[in-house]
Structures are given as C-alpha cells and as structure tokens.
C-alpha cells in the first residue's frame, strides 16, 4: 500500500515540474508591432520572461533589421542586459521595416521571431553616413542568415531515458504480487 502511495507521489512531482521544460520568451518590444516611429535613431528594445546569456565573445544574441529592399539598416549586433536585448540604428528613409531577432534563453535554447514597423519622416530628418553600430564577434552577413547554436540535445535524452527507468521501476513495484499461500496449494 505504501508503495502506491510512493508512485502517486512521484507522478504528481513530474506532473508539477513540467513547466520547466517551458523557454523563455519575448514579454514587450519596442517599437510594437506595426508601430509607427520618427525616422532618428531608432532603439529595438526587446524585453525577456527571463535573463539571456550572453555569450563571452559577444555573439548569440542578434537583432537584424531589414528595410523594404531586404536591405540591413544596422550590423544586427544585440546589446545584452539581464533580460533585455537593444539594438539601434540610424533610419532617415521612411517605410516598413522588418526587425528579425535570436537571442539564447535561460535554459540554453536558442529562440528567435520578427515583427514589422514603420518609418515615417516628417521632420526632414537625415541620417548620420558616419553612424557607428555596437560592435561584435559575429555582426550580420546577408549571404550567411543562419547561425548555428549548439544545443545540449543530450541532455534531453539523458532526461528521458531516466523517466523510462523510473516508469519501469514503478512497474516492478507496483506490480501484482503472487500470493505465497496459493502457489503452494496447488
């Protein structure tokens, strides 16, 4: 009986833990999606459930953003803070840009997603040919789009073969036991 009891409990514990397997994920931005901004120096602030590592050399977070043409407007260089990643760049040509983001969760696992907003100009502004861009170890190549993350995959396996281990120990457990005064019976 008291085994039962052990194996409900260590189901209800699994069941509960669950939400740990969740990533993070992007909580606020600025500008929104389909905002509509002033040409200037236009901040891309990205706001996290949680801290982002940051890679010692810099690289594994990126924020790329793209105008009409599919052109980069910036060298897709992410700043990051606990939670937060930023980018800027300096946009004078009004329009719709597209802003492409990956950043690596608390957890290890790359995530990534894009949004549009748009430029407007109507104060003549004019961009500085002399802006400088954060710099990194890895700033954005059009030719390259893809990074690749190494993800600890594993780990995952390592994850699931214990819980089978732990499934078929329960089994063995729980399991009908033969009554000793019956097989001598007979």
Not at 3 to 16: H, K, Q
Request: proline content about 5%; hydrophobic content about 40%.
């Amino acid at each position: 009986m008291k085994f039962r009891w052990l194996a409900a409990l260590i189901i209800a514990l699994m069941g509960l833990s669950q939400p740990s397997f969740a990533h993070d994920e992007l909580v606020d931005q600025s500008p929104k999606t389909n905002e509509v901004v002033e040409a200037g120096i236009i901040a891309i602030e990205l706001t996290f459930s949680n801290d982002l590592i940051a890679l010692g050399d810099g690289s594994g977070s990126e924020i790329v953003i793209l105008n009409s043409d599919g052109d980069p407007v910036n060298n897709g260089c992410a700043v990051v803070d606990g939670n937060i990643a930023t980018a800027k760049a300096d946009i004078s040509e009004p329009g719709v840009y597209q802003v492409g983001w990956r950043a690596v969760s608390s957890d290890g696992h790359p995530i990534s997603d894009s949004f549009l907003f748009e430029v407007q100009n109507s104060t003549g502004y004019e961009s500085d040919p002399n802006y400088v861009f954060t710099t990194c170890a890895n700033p954005y190549n059009p030719q390259t789009t893809e990074i690749e993350f190494e993800n600890p995959e594993f780990i995952y396996w390592i994850l699931f073969g214990s819980l089978g281990l732990v499934a078929l120990g329960l089994l063995f457990l729980l399991r009908p036991k033969k009554n000793l005064g019956e097989s001598q019976a007979g």
